[in-house]
Structures are given as C-alpha cells and as structure tokens.
C-alpha cells in the first residue's frame, strides 16, 4: 500500500505531562458548576508548585469589564493582557464560530516573585468583578529512551481495523483537526498535501487579512511564541500529526488514520522548550474555536487542576481527545488532567501494545479513561522528512482522533456527543483490558465509522392496532440511513424506506419477536435489540388487582395508561351507606392502584371524562341526597384539584367529549334532555339546546364514539327493544339520525354501562353489566353480558365477563374493556376485569 523510505531511529521517547501535582487555591473567588479541585493550600503549599513568578490569570464575571476593576491601577500590576482576545474572522470561510468561554488576562506584576503572585490573588479575590484568579502554571515536556530500534510495521492501523475502515472513506479534506503540540513540520513529504491552511490570511505580508487578531496565521499559530511561524523543531507534534493525517497510498513512509483530513498546526510549545503556560493553551482553545476546529489532539497531561483550563475546555465544544499520561498509575485515583475533567467533549485515551494489552508505561481507569489505542513503538514522521518510533499515550491519542476525523467526513453532521458515542459505541471488548478501561474498550475505526454510518435503530415500538386487526412497528430514524430491514420472528418481513411498518394479520396469543437494522446502498448495520409483544386471547376476561376501595355509582375515566376512580357510594349489606371523596388510581402496566389527592366534594353518581390532560368530575349527588351541580377539574401531573364552573344540577345524565368539548346531556325538571357544553378555555357552560326524550329518563344512554355522538333510546320499561340514534348537535340545534333497532333479549334491562369503539372503520356500540327484568319489575337481577351492535351495519355479538354488576363503570383502553366496581345482590365490588374485544 506504500512504501517506507529514509527510516532512521532516534533515541526519543516523548510524551508532555504537568511536572506538577493536584491542588486547588484558596484565591478562587467561585469555580464554575460541574469543576472539579481539591482542599485549600497554604502558601507554604503553593510556594512548591511551578508558575509564572511575573504574572497572574484573571478570569472576569460575565457582564463585568476591565475598566471596572478597582485594583486595575493599583500599584502591584503593570498591565492587563487579554488571552482570549480570538475574533470572528472577516468574509464567510469561516462558519460556525462561536466567541471565547469569557475574558482571561494575563495581569502583569511590577514586581516579580511568586510571594507577590498569591499576595496579589489574594487582592483579586476581594474585587467584586474577579470571577477567580490562579497562578500561570507551568507545563513540561519529558523525553525517554524507546525500546525497540527497529520496527517496520505500522501494527497499530491493523489492530484498530484501519483497512477495513478506508474500504469506506480514507477522509474529506473539509475536515480539520487542530494538533496543540509543538507545532508540525508542515513542509513533510508525508503531511505537505494535508496541512490546513487558513483561506483568509496572505502569508508574510504583515497583515491580519482576516480580521481576526492574528496575524499572518496562514498555516495556523505558535501561541508559545507569539509568532507566525508554527514550525516543529521538537519532532512531537509532527509524530502526531502523522498519525491523524499521514497522506496514505502516496508511495511515502506511513500512513495516518485519516488520508486526506487536515491538520492545523496550533502550536503551544516553544522551540526545543519543555515548558509552556496555560495561559498559551487557552489561548489556542479559543483560536480553534473561532476558526471552526471542531476536533483537537493533545497529547500532554498532568496531575495539577487548573480552572482556567477546565472553563477553556468546556467553552471549546468540539471534540477534545487527551492523552491518559504514562505514569503507569490508576486515574481513578490520581488523577491527570485535562484528561480527568468531567466534561462530555473529552475522550481520555490510554495505550496498548503490538499484544494488545496495556502498555507498561500508560494510566488507566476503569471510570476516568474512555477507550485504549495503539502507542507502544508507534512509527509515524519526524521534521526534515525523516520516520520513527515513539511510545506514549501521546501517540494513542492520534489515533482516537484521526478516527474521529473520518466518522467527521463521512458523517459530517455528526455533532461532537455523538462522535464521542460513536468511537465508544464502536470498540473493540478486550477482556485484558477489562478493569482498566472504561468498557474493556479499545479502538475500532471501522465499527465506529459503521455506527457513524448506520447507527443501529433506537425506541422501537410495538402498537397493537385492534381496531382495524393490525399491528404497527416504529422506531427512530437512523441518520445516513436509506432503508431499513425488518425481521419478525426470525425471518425478514419487508424491507422499508420508512420508520415504520404494519403487520397486517391480527392473530390472538401470538407471541412477535421484532428487530429492525439500517441500510444505506451496499451496507447494512447491526440489528437493533428484540422487541416483543404477545397479542392477547381475544375474547377472555382477566381479573385484575381489586380497587381498594369498593365503590358503585362513581366516574372513571382513563388518562396516560392510568385509570381514574373518583368518588361513589360505598355500602355493606346495605347496612351502612357512604358517599366518598376517594381517589384511586389504577396503571395499566403494573396493575397496582395508588391512592390520589381526594375530590373536594365527596359524591356519588357523578360522570368523569378527559379534556386536553385535566379530568373533570362532573355532578352527581351528596351525602344527603342533594342533586348538585359541582364541577372539579383534576391535574394528574401535580395530582391537585381546582374548582370550576358549576352546571346546571341534574343526578340522571351522561358526559363525554367530542370535538374537543365536554358535553353534559340530561334530564334537569322534564322529560327533555338538555344539553350543557364546556368552554375550558372561559371556564363556562354554554346552553346548547335539549333532546325530546319520551322515554324514562335512565332509560336512554348517549355516548361519544371519535367524535360522534350516539344514543341507546327506549321508550317504554317493557319492552325489550330500542333504537340506536346519532345526533348531530350544533347550539341551538340537535338533528336525530335513527340508525338501527337493536333487541334486548337476554340483554340489561336498565342500570347497564354503554360505551363504543370504531373497529376496522366502523362504530360498535358495547352494552355492558345491567339489571334484567325476570317475572315482573323488582324480579331482576344483575347480568355479566356484553352486547356488540354495530352501528351502522348489522352485526351483532354477545359475549360473558366474569362477575356480574349493576351500577359499575367502563372504561375502553387500546382494545380492552376495564370493568370496575359496582353492585351485586347485597354488596358492593371491588372487582376489576379486563375483557379483551
């Protein structure tokens, strides 16, 4: 795939680390939500620790400027030098930019030494303006020996499963990577054709072309040195660069992660130097920032907390991969940084070796390191177009990163929590590995580039439509994904360009396994995990767990897969009689009851319904028998009740919504039934009209079916006929369409519940429970029947519930029956069944 030229070892083992170790400082004014640090330090403490002795850090307080300070000219400081001073550049090269986490200076002492450091913190402190200050610590490279001389193969591309990955994309030059290091030998045979270079800066005439506050930053900045020129003359950042971006298939030395991303040279280390400031690294942060460098390398840590550099790495954004440091220690408990900030951007990374176990030299930490990667004797170029071997989490870092740079250029949507998913999501299981690192995970281009490719899946939903006898699968849509295979029960149902598919069969007590996978073109992604549902036996009745309080003559209602009872009548042989204000709510998932705020007013008899997520408890009567006209709105999120406009006082009458209304219908002085309909909005009922009713007024029944109105209508106790109605109700004027006759032979006489469904795209009508009539009026007793009439055509069924009952409720629920409570002979039910239609 390529040839390697000019190879020459050096004895170089390098790898950055902070020389310093945790601590935290008194003179922080207030750290930021979600820091991190550790306990006060004395001076005598801080005194040990490595930092600029000629200046301080000073972050501002949002809203807050310079001019405001009160010690700005106090005699300590010579001046105040704004790091993040980053712009948005001028013209449209540059999208997305966002401005700088908030304003840091770099505060000048007159006088140098680190006393007058933490004298002058101390002094910030107390000004109402400061934010936090801290001390400019220093930050140190390390170099060491390498152990094998003589290595010709890049084992690394092949244990991450690189091949395979550039079998999809080798990468999109639109994708830049910044590289905070020693800056790159951007003249390298290998990197020349994959060195960013910025599209609104000439170089070398002395100009911000661009607009924003660097000059001449045509192939990025060194920010050690306040220069133009990010040139690498350590050797550091060229290895890093060249294994994010090592032009591949070019017949020249090595190839990177990524072919054909770029690389920007953001150089925060000085010529030769082991040291640099935080102050240079926020600084650089910003940079990348504002030119849209949503991916960052860096290959340095250590084991000192800086605040500064913690808020810098959470105001970046873009994807921020750390090395875990070489200290062979556990992070878990010694903690390196920046690799240790809880921050959702940053991927930790430590190192494996040709073995695929740990390196000897790398961190770890089961909850602190995110994912291994390759950086034991890792081959990759050195300024003046020369190749060699370094070993550190330095070099397994790149690695992250480059992969990060292809799911970028083949997915360039993807934002930076879902990149970080995806590398995760994508690596390999080592067991070895297992204890050591987060998931036991190393590595994996090529799967992670599949999950950003084709992620698998999410939520499907499995929805029995009983109704028109199907039942539906949906799921979310996967991005990049065309279509989308099916399985049901083991074998492929149909292959869909949709989120959703139906199954168009309705079989009782059948179990359906499903699981659904994304396509796009020739590739196919990773079955999503099974989902079942086991279609129940049609026509059985359950008994389900008993309401705690048994009660007749009371509203239920169902909201949210939950079921509301609310008040009724409670009594014991007819012994003792009690009207209840009791609450009880019913999930249909885990079939448990728990008890709700009570009503306000305890009364039975009373109608409940369901308008826009508020229950309304409508009517009834009290515990003296008082017909009333009460209307009490329930909030099932806050479980409160509030009080609303009354209606006009009625004890025999229906209410349901239609259309987005409440309506009330019933007998209120004559044999008319009026009809009350509620405004939500205006808390008001509004007079509609009445329906001409010869019959007894608990004679006829009206019912709301996907917003059409029916009535069961009878006219006369005896007979054992009646009539299926539909009215059409505007105020001021009701239309009766007649429909059908419908015999009540063998079917409730009075006292029944009536409710409604469509199915298969016509309304049924369920009459249900009820009181017959056997040898003359009060020879009556109640009846467990359900009577199915269709509406509009002339089906007709009559199917058994377990335990018979008369003044109960019904409540309809996604194919079932909910049958509740009531009366029977001498006692009060508790029972509750699910009948499935």
Not at 173 to 201: A, C, Q, R
Not at 423 to 435: E, M
Request: proline letters at 4%; a negative charge.
């Amino acid at each position: 795939m390529f040839k390697r030229k000019g190879k020459r070892l050096i004895s170089l083992f390098v790898v950055m680390v902070f020389i310093l170790t945790m601590f935290s400082f008194e003179m922080s004014v207030s750290a930021e939500e979600g820091s991190q640090g550790s306990g006060k330090k004395s001076d005598e403490e801080m005194l040990e620790y490595s930092f600029a002795d000629d200046r301080v850090l000073v972050v501002m307080k949002d809203g807050s400027s310079l001019t405001q300070m009160s010690l700005k000219s106090d005699s300590m400081f010579s001046s105040f030098e704004l790091v993040t001073k980053a712009k948005r550049p001028k013209g449209s090269q540059i999208q997305g930019y966002e401005k700088p986490w908030k304003d840091v200076y770099v505060a000048k002492l007159k006088n140098k030494g680190k006393q007058n450091v933490l004298d002058a913190i101390k002094a910030l402190e107390k000004d109402p303006n400061v934010e936090y200050a801290e001390p400019d610590y220093i930050i140190k490279l390390n170099s060491t020996i390498p152990n094998d001389p003589w290595f010709y193969s890049q084992y690394g591309m092949e244990r991450i499963s690189a091949p395979d990955a550039w079998d999809i994309n080798t990468g999109d030059p639109s994708v830049v990577v910044g590289v905070l290091d020693t800056g790159i030998d951007y003249y390298h045979s290998d990197l020349i054709n994959n060195i960013w270079i910025n599209p609104g800066e000439i170089p070398g005439n002395g100009v911000d072309d661009d607009n924003n506050g660097y000059v001449d930053d045509y192939f990025g900045y060194d920010f050690a040195d306040g220069d133009s020129d990010p040139s690498d003359f350590h050797g550091h950042g060229t290895h890093v660069a060249g294994i994010i971006a090592a032009e591949g298939n070019n017949n020249i030395g090595v190839a990177g992660v990524t072919w054909n991303c770029k690389v920007a040279a953001i150089k925060i280390f000085p010529d030769y130097g082991d040291g640099t400031f935080v102050s240079k690294v926020a600084e650089a942060l910003a940079y990348a920032s504002m030119m849209n460098i949503k991916i960052t390398n860096n290959s340095w840590g250590g084991s000192i907390y800086s605040q500064v550099l913690y808020d810098a790495i959470a105001a970046y954004k873009g994807l921020f991969v750390a090395a875990a440091g070489n200290d062979s220690w556990d992070n878990d408990i010694y903690e390196v940084y920046p690799a240790c900030y809880d921050l959702d951007n940053i991927i930790s990374v430590a190192a494996t070796n040709s073995a695929d176990y740990l390196a000897g030299f790398s961190n770890y930490g089961d909850e602190s390191v995110d994912i291994a990667a390759p950086g034991d004797e890792i081959i990759s170029c050195i300024p003046g177009n020369w190749y060699f071997e370094l070993s550190g989490t330095s070099m397994a870092a790149p690695h992250v990163t480059g992969a990060a740079a292809l799911i970028k250029s083949v997915c360039p949507d993807m934002l930076t929590d879902e990149i970080k998913d995806a590398i995760l999501s994508g690596a390999d299981y080592l067991p070895q590995l297992d204890g050591l690192v987060a998931g036991g995970r190393r590595l994996n281009v090529y799967k992670s580039l599949q999950m950003c490719q084709l992620g698998v899946p999410q939520n499907i939903l499995i929805e029995p439509k009983w109704q028109d006898e199907r039942i539906d699968i949906s799921w979310d849509p996967v991005a990049t994904a065309t279509g989308y295979d099916v399985e049901v029960n083991g074998a492929i149902a149909a292959s869909v360009s949709t989120t959703y598919f139906s199954i168009n069969e309705w079989r009782p007590n059948v179990r359906y396994n499903v699981r659904v996978r994304a396509k796009r073109d020739n590739y196919v992604g990773e079955w999503s995990n099974v989902q079942s549902y086991t279609s129940p036996p049609i026509g059985s009745s359950i008994m389900k767990a008993s309401m705690p309080t048994a009660r007749m003559k009371f509203g239920a209602v169902a909201y949210g897969g939950k079921i509301y009872a609310i008040g009724g009548e409670i009594a014991y042989f007819w012994v003792t009689e009690e009207i209840t204000d009791v609450v009880e709510e019913y999930d249909i998932a885990t079939d448990t009851w728990t008890t709700k705020a009570s009503m306000p007013t305890a009364r039975a008899g009373l109608k409940a319904v369901e308008l826009n997520g508020k229950i309304y408890a409508i009517g009834g009567y009290d515990e003296n028998g008082n017909v009333v006209g009460t209307v009490e709105e329930y909030d099932p999120v806050t479980d409160t009740w509030t009080t609303k406009a009354d209606i006009t006082p009625r004890e025999k009458f229906d209410a349901f919504v239609a259309n987005g209304k409440i309506y009330v219908i019933g007998s209120v002085s004559s044999s008319n039934w009026e009809i009350e309909v509620y405004d939500q909005e205006n808390d008001m009922w509004i007079y509609y009209g009445y329906i001409w009713n010869q019959s007894y007024d608990d004679l006829e029944k009206i019912i709301s079916i996907d917003n059409r109105i029916f009535g069961l209508k009878r006219y006369k106790l005896d007979e054992n006929e009646a009539s299926i109605v539909e009215y059409i109700i505007s105020e001021g004027s009701v239309q009766e369409i007649y429909h059908r006759a419908v015999d009540f032979i063998d079917v409730p006489l009075f006292q029944y519940e009536l409710t409604g469904i469509y199915r298969k795209g016509q309304p049924q009508m369920y009459i249900v429970g009820g009181l017959n009539k056997v040898g003359g009026y009060y020879g009556k007793f109640p009846l467990n029947n359900i009577v199915m009439n269709g509406i509009e055509d002339s089906s007709s069924s009559i199917s058994y519930f377990d335990q018979a009952r008369v003044h109960h409720a019904v409540v309809h629920v996604n194919g079932s029956l909910y049958i509740l409570g009531g009366y029977y002979f001498s006692y009060v039910v508790s029972d509750v069944e699910e009948y499935i239609l």
